[in-house]
């Protein structure tokens, strides 16, 4: 027996949530589809609200419900250190680092030259643009550890370079191949100490 078209429909949007296969999306359908009412408004209402609520910091491109971020704005910060990530979840990962106390610039991903991803696709004219603009003496790159990572971090290092401005890269310590996002406060806080010049 063919499965109903409605649930077939679920599962089609719900597998393409990043790592959700096949079998994840169809056990997600089910279980969806056996919530209480109450519990699928208040579902549907958090992802609107957080939609609606949540905007891209216009400095960093942190996800946050201000624009300039709570960090951005925070003026005990150190506003000379930039600290270049892929993604806000990094940012976060790499924020319970607390002997980090400078700013943040978000990518929004890697380049990726097996998916067409270039440096148009990924924010690193706005970040060239802020190094030119504030008075930036250290760009930290903590882009992942994979292959794209690395890519990023030398193309973004060779420009940098160009402005005089000192570019390190996270040290020791990460796995390799590793996504920031879920390397653990104390190795980050390490491959910070860490971090050698480009
Ligand atoms: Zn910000």
Known sequence: MNRPQPIEKMIEVI???????????????????????????????SIRKARQIMKSCSTCYNLSEHDPCQICSD???????????????DLIAVSKVK???????VL???????????PAEIKIDNLIKRLKNDSITEVIIATDADSNG???????AEII?????????LGYGLPV????????EVTISRAIAGRKEM
Do not use: W
């Open 161 to 169: 370079k160009k402005l005089n401005i000192k570019v390190t890269r």
């Open 15 to 45: 597998k393409k949530f990043p790592g959700v296969g096949h079998k994840m999306a169809e056990r997600l359908s089910y279980y969806i589809l056996k919530m209480s009412n109450s519990d699928v408004d208040r579902f549907l209402d």
């Open 177 to 184: 191949g590793g996504d920031i996002e879920y390397a653990d």
């Open 150 to 156: 690395e890519v990023t971090a030398i193309y973004i």
């Open 75 to 89: 003026s005990t910060r150190d506003h000379d250190v930039i600290c270049v990530v892929e993604t806000p979840q």
């Open 108 to 118: 929004g991903g890697a380049l990726s030259p097996l998916d067409a991803i270039g």
């Open 99 to 105: 002997e980090y106390r400078g700013l943040y610039f």
